[in-house]
Structures are given as C-alpha cells and as structure tokens.
C-alpha cells in the first residue's frame, strides 16, 4: 500500500566544529523516524545538511591557517562521515555554500525588500562576538550573554531588518489553532508566553561586520544573516525559486517534520514561520524540539573536557549499540544523560540479556528439538493468548508512537513484549515438554509463538537497531519485511528451516 509523500529536516549542523554525540543525536532521532515511515510505506523524503557562514566559521578558518571555503569543505566532510558512522539514511545532504542555495537565498532576500517586509535602518546594541547575537538589556540585565554567559559590548551597525510583526497575530493564530505545530507542547505555551504575547521586535537580517555569507545583491557592504541563509535551506534546495518552484518543491513542501534541538526552537517556530508566511508558502506540519543529551546531567563542551564522539563510541561499542541507547535513553521532552558506564550497562541490560538472549535462546532450542524446522501445529494454550495479542497490536502501537515522535517510548513498547517472550519461555519450560510424553506438539507450538514474536519485534526494531534486526531476520528465514507483515502473527510457514544459533550482543565486560 503506498502511503502519501513525507518530507522531514533535521536542522543543519554548524560547520564550526566537529560534532560530539549531543549534536549527533538529533539525526539518528530523524532516521529512526524516516526509515519507520518508510517502513509503513510513506514516500520519505529526509534532509539534512551543514549551515557553512558567519563570522564564527571566518575566524575558525583564520585560526586554522585556511580560507573559509577550504575550512568548510573539510568540516562538511567531517559532518557527513559521522552521519554515515550512525548509518543514517538521508536522501540528501545540503551545504549553504552551495551556489544554487545562494542565489535563491539572494533572491528571496531581494523579494522581501521589494514587498517592504525588509528595510533598511541602524542597530544599536549589546554584542556577542562568539555568538553572533545582539541583545537588548532587557534580555542581559548583568551585560552577559544569556547564551554563553561571556561579556557582551555596545555595537551599532547599519543594518537590514524583517518586520516579524507584521506577521505577529497571524502566527498566533495559527499557533494556536494548529495543535500539531509545535511538539512538544510545553514548548509551544512557551513560544506563546515568552515571545509572542510580549511582543515580537524586528530582527536583524543582514550584517556588514563580517564578510563569510552570502552578499545583498542590491548593497554589497551587506551580508545576508543566518535566519534567511540558513532557515531557507529546508525550501531551496527541494527547488523553492520565487520567479517558479520546481515539481519537487510543489510535491515535498510543505514539510510533514522538521526535527531540531530545543534550543533553537524559537528560531523555527517564530522566524521561520513568518518568513514563510512572508513568502505566501504554507507552513511546515510539525516542528519537534528535542530534548538534550548531556553528559552525566552535565552539558558537554571541549572547555569541560567532557566530549563524547560518535565514531569514538561507535568504533569502541558498534554502530546499533550507540544507535539504540540514544533512541532509547533520551525522553520525549526531558534531557538525557549519557556515559560509556551507562551504555555498557543498557546495552547489556536490554540488548544482551532481553533482546539477544531471547533470540539465542528460542534458535537454540528450535535446532535442538526440531533441527531447526519451525512448524504450528496450534496446540495453545491460555498462556499464549496473552503474547499473541500483545504481538499482534504491537505495529500500530509502535507507530501511534513514532507519529508523536515519542521513539523511546515506542522502543519501550517492544522491550516489553520482549521481556514477555523471556517469561513465556521461563513458564512454558519447553525443556519440560521436551521430556514430556506426548508433548511434542505443544513443543512445536511453543517454539513457534516464540519465533513469530521474535520476527515481529525484530520487524520493528528495524527501524532503530537496522543491522542487528537485520541479522536476526535472516537468523530466523524471515520472508516478507514490510508493516503488514509485522501486523500479523503467523506468516512464518510451516516446515521453514531456520538458521543456526548466533550471539546477538555479546556482553561487554568492563575492564
Ligand atoms: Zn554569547
């Protein structure tokens, strides 16, 4: 069954610095949710990329002895190989020094002033070098930023600026009359409280302190700001032109999910938005601001000497271990908090002992009691009922989740159906039945539940642990791999010879 299109973003990683695992999380979140829609046999397209300006990257490329454009290249590169480490399937990764995003950029830019939502004026106010931010007094009481807490000093700059309210009670609107907008919805009586109800003020576009962006076509001092260089990403390169889009853009836009980090929700619920809006284009259908992953309930940061790299974890755990404890360990809308200790133990924990054991266990004793030919003779009992039903409404649960973003709590779903599997062995005791006298059927039958619980959990765990459910797939001679077939319990046919026993997760012992 074909599904509709499905077109989702993450934000694009700043290609300032190598990303460490916090920032490595959000697209492994995007791919679990891009290969289950696939799976459910939505037309995916996913998005991700690198925003590749500012004066941030000009200075790192003068400390680092290069030009801006050979500094980028290099650390898209770096950006792109960890986004593959984690064997994330993104359909097309984008850069903002690309020259056809440029161009666009210039031209939406352009099409704003003409239609008089940008003008020209003069900024004065409290700076941010690191940070790239102005702020007012109001917001840095104590001249601090509130971002990085560095001290901030008094700048004015001729500059250009968007009349966001213009657009304010628009959005509002909006806001509150779509209640899948904004996820989660804390965030959205946030977004409301804090800055809409007080009052939107203009925001600054352009900057003509540093030269690394993209240049006003009609004032060359001028730069073009991250917000229209960097937002527009998600509608340029799908083909958004404003003298006409291309069938892709009208196809994909507007976006089903845009996945970003919660600190810069802001930006993509009230600029974005309302550039969009200024650009007569509908609005994206959902926007998630994801939690953070900390390290040890501390933010991770180089100064701290916390970092955690996903090629280092991977490298040292394998890629499915490292994929599922981020998935799993990070809740819907509060922080994380990871170590290697942690990751040992919940790997151990759940993909050893619950996961793999049951998986080993179950081929094991099909190879030992039946030479590996799984049949269903049907002789049940009240027993199996319970894991039955549990197995069989498993699908739609999981995928109730996923369309909430909630992917820990859909892995949770399949965790537990697992550790019923583990249970209904420890209680059928297939050992006792195969000492039994006329007990064989009920064996076989037991044997049977166990393999097709264990096809459909793997069916599902596809989508967060792809190698291993993979792995365990072919282990058991699974046939069909799409979202019907993991709606119905006993599609394995009768006399199919599996495979022989294999280790799922070893154990790590820590030294
Ligand atoms: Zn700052």
């Known amino acids: 069954m074909t599904k509709p299109k499905f077109y989702m973003t993450t934000a694009i990683a700043y290609a300032s610095t190598k990303p460490h695992i916090g920032n490595t999380y959000e697209i492994v979140l995007a791919d679990a949710i891009a290969r289950f829609k696939r799976f459910e046999g939505y037309d995916v397209y996913f998005q991700t990329g690198t925003d590749e300006h500012g004066e941030k990257i000009e200075l790192k490329a003068k400390e680092a002895g290069m030009n801006p454009q050979e500094y980028v290249d290099k650390q898209a590169n770096e950006v792109k190989n960890i986004w593959d480490v984690m064997n994330t399937t993104y359909d097309n990764f984008v ?6 995003h ?8 352009k099409k704003l002033y003409d239609q008089g939502d940008i003008y020209k004026s003069e900024y004065e106010g409290l700076y941010c070098t690191p940070c790239e ?20 000093s008094p700048k004015k700059e001729e500059s250009y600026f968007f009349k966001l309210s213009k657009y304010q009670d628009r959005l509002e609107k909006y806001i509150e009359e779509h209640p899948d907008f904004i996820y989660p919805e804390s965030r959205k009586n946030e977004m409301i409280n804090n800055f809409l109800k007080p009052g939107l003020q203009d925001l600054c576009v352009s900057r003509s ?54 600190d810069i929700i802001r930006f993509h619920t009230i600029y974005w938005p309302i550039i969009l809006m200024a650009l007569d284009l509908p609005l994206p259908k959902t926007v998630y601001g994801h939690p953070w992953l900390l390290f040890d309930n501390d933010k991770m940061s180089k100064s701290k000497g916390n970092v955690l790299y996903a090629d280092d974890l991977v490298k040292e755990f394998g890629v499915d271990r490292v994929r599922y404890y981020l998935l799993h360990e990070i809740p819907y809308a509060n922080d994380g908090s990871i170590t290697k200790e942690l990751l040992i133990e919940k790997s151990n924990n759940d993909l050893s002992n619950i996961l793999g054991n049951l998986v080993t266990r179950t081929v094991s004793m099909a190879n030992k009691y039946f030479d590996g030919v799984i049949s269903n003779p049907k002789v049940n009992e009240e027993i199996d009922d319970n894991l039955i039903q549990s197995v069989s409404t498993l699908a739609d649960e999981v995928s109730r989740k996923m369309d909430e973003c909630k992917v820990a709590e859909a892995i949770d779903l399949i965790m537990n159906v697992l550790k019923k599997c583990n249970k209904y062995i420890d209680e059928t005791t297939p050992w006792a039945l195969a000492k039994g006298v ?3 059927d009920r064996l076989k039958t037991v044997i049977y539940n166990l393999i097709e619980s264990i096809r459909i959990c793997a069916l599902l765990l596809s989508a967060f642990i792809p190698e291993t459910a993979e792995k365990i797939l072919n282990n058991i001679c699974a046939k069909s791999f799409d979202y019907s077939s993991a709606k119905t319990f006993g599609l394995t046919a009768d006399n199919t010879k599996i495979g022989s026993p294999e280790i799922i997760f070893e154990r790590i012992v820590e030294k």
């Not at 850069?95 to 056809?100: I, N, P």
């Open 102 to 109: 440029e161009k666009v950029v210039q031209k939406i830019f």
């Open 95 to 100: 850069r903002t020094t690309d020259k056809m």
């Open 209 to 262: 302190s540093f030269k690394w962006g993209i240049p006003v076509t009609f004032d060359d001092k001028h730069v073009i700001y991250v917000w229209i260089d960097a937002l527009t990403n998600y509608i340029t390169f799908i083909g958004y032109d404003p003298d006409g889009s291309t069938e892709q853009f009208n196809k994909l836009w507007p976006a089903d999910l845009q996945v970003i980090g919660k």
């Open 438 to 440: 006329n007990k064989e």
């Open 133 to 152: 931010s102005f702020w007012t007094e109001t917001q840095a009481p104590n001249g601090t930023c509130p971002d990085c807490g560095r001290p901030l």
